[in-house]
Protein backbone atom coordinates (compact mmCIF):
# COMPACT_ATOMS: atom_id res chain seq x y z
CA UNK A 1 0.00 0.00 0.00
CA UNK A 2 1.03 3.64 -0.87
CA UNK A 3 2.07 6.16 2.00
CA UNK A 4 -0.76 8.62 2.72
CA UNK A 5 0.58 11.92 2.46
CA UNK A 6 -0.94 14.73 3.93
CA UNK A 7 -0.53 17.99 2.20
CA UNK A 8 -1.87 21.06 4.09
CA UNK A 9 -4.67 23.75 2.40
CA UNK A 10 -5.57 27.01 2.73
CA UNK A 11 -8.59 29.15 2.51
CA UNK A 12 -9.35 31.47 -0.67
CA UNK A 13 -12.07 33.45 -1.34
CA UNK A 14 -14.38 32.63 -3.71
CA UNK A 15 -16.84 35.19 -5.50
CA UNK A 16 -20.49 33.26 -6.17
CA UNK A 17 -23.65 35.56 -7.66
CA UNK A 18 -24.58 38.71 -6.12
CA UNK A 19 -21.03 39.33 -4.77
CA UNK A 20 -21.08 36.78 -2.35
CA UNK A 21 -18.10 35.58 -0.88
CA UNK A 22 -17.20 31.97 0.51
CA UNK A 23 -13.61 31.15 1.35
CA UNK A 24 -12.90 27.65 -0.13
CA UNK A 25 -10.89 25.04 1.35
CA UNK A 26 -7.68 24.58 -1.28
CA UNK A 27 -4.29 23.36 -2.40
CA UNK A 28 -2.49 24.01 -5.61
CA UNK A 29 -2.36 20.75 -7.63
CA UNK A 30 0.98 21.00 -8.18
CA UNK A 31 1.94 19.55 -4.94
CA UNK A 32 -0.56 16.62 -5.35
CA UNK A 33 0.75 15.43 -8.54
CA UNK A 34 4.32 15.78 -6.95
CA UNK A 35 3.64 13.84 -4.49
CA UNK A 36 1.55 10.76 -6.90
CA UNK A 37 4.24 11.07 -9.21
CA UNK A 38 7.01 9.46 -6.60
CA UNK A 39 4.13 7.02 -5.37
CA UNK A 40 2.46 8.50 -2.32
CA UNK A 41 -1.01 8.55 -1.81
CA UNK A 42 -1.74 12.73 -1.32
CA UNK A 43 -4.71 13.43 1.06
CA UNK A 44 -5.23 17.11 1.69
CA UNK A 45 -5.85 18.23 4.84
CA UNK A 46 -8.53 21.51 5.36
CA UNK A 47 -7.70 24.45 7.73
CA UNK A 48 -9.50 23.49 10.43
CA UNK A 49 -9.56 23.69 14.26
CA UNK A 50 -6.69 22.72 15.90
CA UNK A 51 -8.07 20.15 18.24
CA UNK A 52 -8.46 17.90 15.65
CA UNK A 53 -4.63 18.07 14.16
CA UNK A 54 -3.97 14.65 16.34
CA UNK A 55 -6.30 12.70 14.82
CA UNK A 56 -5.97 13.90 11.86
CA UNK A 57 -2.35 12.95 12.01
CA UNK A 58 -2.57 9.54 13.14
CA UNK A 59 -4.26 9.02 9.64
CA UNK A 60 -1.86 9.96 7.68
CA UNK A 61 1.73 8.92 7.63
CA UNK A 62 3.85 12.05 6.78
CA UNK A 63 3.07 15.71 6.02
CA UNK A 64 3.46 17.79 3.54
CA UNK A 65 3.25 21.98 4.73
CA UNK A 66 2.68 23.86 1.53
CA UNK A 67 3.44 27.68 0.44
CA UNK A 68 1.07 30.76 0.88
CA UNK A 69 0.42 33.41 2.56
CA UNK A 70 2.95 35.40 5.74
CA UNK A 71 3.31 34.12 9.09
CA UNK A 72 1.90 36.41 11.14
CA UNK A 73 4.82 38.14 13.31
CA UNK A 74 3.09 38.34 16.10
CA UNK A 75 3.98 34.16 16.11
CA UNK A 76 7.68 35.48 16.74
CA UNK A 77 6.94 38.59 18.70
CA UNK A 78 7.17 41.00 16.62
CA UNK A 79 4.20 43.52 15.27
CA UNK A 80 3.80 43.72 11.34
CA UNK A 81 6.25 46.47 8.74
CA UNK A 82 5.07 47.98 6.49
CA UNK A 83 5.81 45.05 3.72
CA UNK A 84 3.91 42.56 5.21
CA UNK A 85 1.58 41.26 3.14
CA UNK A 86 -1.44 39.09 4.06
CA UNK A 87 -1.36 36.73 6.41
CA UNK A 88 -4.39 33.37 7.73
CA UNK A 89 -4.01 33.99 11.57
CA UNK A 90 -6.02 30.24 11.71
CA UNK A 91 -4.09 28.95 9.19
CA UNK A 92 -0.90 29.75 11.08
CA UNK A 93 -2.41 27.81 14.41
CA UNK A 94 -3.89 24.72 12.74
CA UNK A 95 -0.58 24.29 10.33
CA UNK A 96 1.40 24.55 13.87
CA UNK A 97 -0.70 21.89 15.61
CA UNK A 98 -0.68 19.84 12.58
CA UNK A 99 3.65 19.72 12.37
CA UNK A 100 3.89 19.39 16.16
CA UNK A 101 1.61 16.31 16.22
CA UNK A 102 3.33 15.01 13.24
CA UNK A 103 6.57 15.39 15.27
CA UNK A 104 4.71 13.75 18.26
CA UNK A 105 3.80 10.99 16.17
CA UNK A 106 7.34 10.52 15.07
CA UNK A 107 6.19 11.14 11.17
CA UNK A 108 8.45 12.76 8.39
CA UNK A 109 8.21 15.83 7.31
CA UNK A 110 8.57 18.14 4.10
CA UNK A 111 7.39 21.50 4.34
CA UNK A 112 7.69 24.13 1.31
CA UNK A 113 8.29 27.99 0.83
CA UNK A 114 5.64 29.23 3.84
CA UNK A 115 6.17 25.83 5.01
CA UNK A 116 9.70 26.17 6.09
CA UNK A 117 8.97 29.51 7.63
CA UNK A 118 6.20 28.18 9.71
CA UNK A 119 8.50 25.17 10.82
CA UNK A 120 10.75 27.46 12.11
CA UNK A 121 8.76 29.61 13.83
CA UNK A 122 6.53 26.94 15.56
CA UNK A 123 9.76 26.20 17.04
CA UNK A 124 11.26 29.53 18.44
CA UNK A 125 13.29 31.00 15.20
CA UNK A 126 12.37 34.24 13.68
CA UNK A 127 11.74 35.88 9.90
CA UNK A 128 12.62 38.85 7.95
CA UNK A 129 8.74 40.35 7.59
CA UNK A 130 9.94 41.47 4.34
CA UNK A 131 13.36 40.54 2.13
CA UNK A 132 14.11 44.52 2.10
CA UNK A 133 14.72 44.58 5.83
CA UNK A 134 17.03 41.58 5.72
CA UNK A 135 21.00 42.59 4.76
CA UNK A 136 23.00 42.10 1.42
CA UNK A 137 20.57 40.46 -0.57
CA UNK A 138 21.53 40.46 -4.51
CA UNK A 139 19.57 37.98 -6.06
CA UNK A 140 16.12 37.87 -7.35
CA UNK A 141 13.77 35.67 -4.54
CA UNK A 142 10.45 36.73 -6.51
CA UNK A 143 11.14 35.52 -10.00
CA UNK A 144 9.27 37.26 -13.12
CA UNK A 145 10.37 34.21 -15.08
CA UNK A 146 8.22 31.51 -15.44
CA UNK A 147 8.98 29.38 -11.94
CA UNK A 148 9.03 25.74 -13.81
CA UNK A 149 12.70 27.53 -14.21
CA UNK A 150 15.23 27.82 -12.11
CA UNK A 151 16.41 31.79 -11.17
CA UNK A 152 19.22 31.10 -8.39
CA UNK A 153 21.85 28.77 -7.72
CA UNK A 154 21.60 26.91 -3.84
CA UNK A 155 24.87 25.46 -2.06
CA UNK A 156 24.13 22.68 0.25
CA UNK A 157 25.72 21.69 3.87
CA UNK A 158 27.65 18.39 3.66
CA UNK A 159 26.28 15.12 5.38
CA UNK A 160 22.54 16.77 5.24
CA UNK A 161 19.68 15.50 3.93
CA UNK A 162 19.68 17.63 0.94
CA UNK A 163 23.23 17.68 0.28
CA UNK A 164 22.98 13.77 -0.25
CA UNK A 165 19.39 14.65 -2.56
CA UNK A 166 21.05 17.21 -4.67
CA UNK A 167 24.72 16.94 -4.22
CA UNK A 168 26.74 20.39 -3.66
CA UNK A 169 24.93 22.73 -5.63
CA UNK A 170 21.54 22.57 -7.22
CA UNK A 171 19.64 25.49 -9.57
CA UNK A 172 16.39 26.21 -7.61
CA UNK A 173 13.26 28.30 -8.61
CA UNK A 174 12.21 31.31 -6.01
CA UNK A 175 8.70 32.46 -5.06
CA UNK A 176 8.99 34.30 -1.64
CA UNK A 177 9.53 37.38 0.11
CA UNK A 178 9.78 36.37 3.92
CA UNK A 179 12.98 34.99 4.89
CA UNK A 180 14.33 32.46 7.50
CA UNK A 181 16.20 35.13 10.26
CA UNK A 182 17.75 32.91 13.24
CA UNK A 183 16.85 28.90 13.00
CA UNK A 184 14.87 27.25 15.43
CA UNK A 185 16.96 25.27 18.29
CA UNK A 186 17.15 21.63 17.37
CA UNK A 187 17.25 22.52 13.62
CA UNK A 188 20.34 23.53 11.19
CA UNK A 189 20.16 25.73 8.29
CA UNK A 190 21.53 23.08 5.20
CA UNK A 191 21.37 24.98 2.40
CA UNK A 192 21.84 28.76 1.16
CA UNK A 193 21.21 30.99 -1.91
CA UNK A 194 24.89 32.84 -2.72
CA UNK A 195 23.58 35.56 -1.16
CA UNK A 196 23.16 34.46 2.00
CA UNK A 197 19.66 33.87 2.21
CA UNK A 198 18.75 30.36 3.79
CA UNK A 199 16.97 27.87 1.48
CA UNK A 200 17.36 24.84 3.60
CA UNK A 201 16.45 23.90 7.09
CA UNK A 202 16.77 20.16 8.74
CA UNK A 203 15.67 18.84 12.13
CA UNK A 204 18.56 17.26 14.08
CA UNK A 205 17.98 13.63 14.71
CA UNK A 206 17.12 10.30 12.55
CA UNK A 207 13.69 11.64 11.47
CA UNK A 208 13.56 13.05 8.18
CA UNK A 209 11.94 16.81 8.48
CA UNK A 210 13.39 19.05 5.73
CA UNK A 211 12.26 22.41 4.66
CA UNK A 212 13.44 24.26 1.30
CA UNK A 213 12.15 27.69 1.03
CA UNK A 214 12.18 27.37 -2.94
CA UNK A 215 8.86 25.59 -4.64
CA UNK A 216 10.37 22.03 -5.77
CA UNK A 217 6.72 20.77 -6.57
CA UNK A 218 6.06 23.42 -9.43
CA UNK A 219 9.58 22.50 -11.26
CA UNK A 220 8.66 18.84 -11.50
CA UNK A 221 6.67 19.66 -14.54
CA UNK A 222 9.91 21.02 -16.16
CA UNK A 223 12.81 19.18 -14.45
CA UNK A 224 13.33 15.81 -13.13
CA UNK A 225 16.26 17.15 -10.96
CA UNK A 226 13.82 18.01 -8.23
CA UNK A 227 11.82 14.61 -8.27
CA UNK A 228 14.35 13.05 -6.16
CA UNK A 229 13.72 15.17 -2.88
CA UNK A 230 9.96 14.00 -3.35
CA UNK A 231 11.14 10.42 -4.17
CA UNK A 232 13.38 10.03 -1.16
CA UNK A 233 10.40 12.34 1.39
CA UNK A 234 8.31 9.43 0.41
CA UNK A 235 10.62 6.35 0.50
CA UNK A 236 11.76 7.42 4.03
CA UNK A 237 7.62 7.72 5.25
CA UNK A 238 7.50 4.21 3.63
CA UNK A 239 10.19 2.96 5.64
CA UNK A 240 9.36 4.96 8.55
CA UNK A 241 5.91 2.27 8.74
CA UNK A 242 7.71 -0.53 8.70
Not at 75 to 94: I, K, M, N, V
Not at 132 to 149: C, K, M
Request: hydrophobic share 40%; glycine share 8%; aromatic share 8%.
Amino acid sequence: MSAIIGISGTLRSMEFPQNIFEPRATVNDTYVKAIAKAGGAPLILPVTATAYAEEIVSRIDGLVLTGGDDISPFLYGEEPLAQLSSTLPERDLYEMALLKATLAQNKPVLAICRGVQLMNVAFGGTLYQDISYAPNIERQHLQRTDPVFPIHSITTQPESELHAIFGEKAMVNSLHHQVIRDVADGFQATAWASDGVIEGMEREGDLFVVGVQWHPEIMVKQDDKMCPLFETFVQKVAKNNK
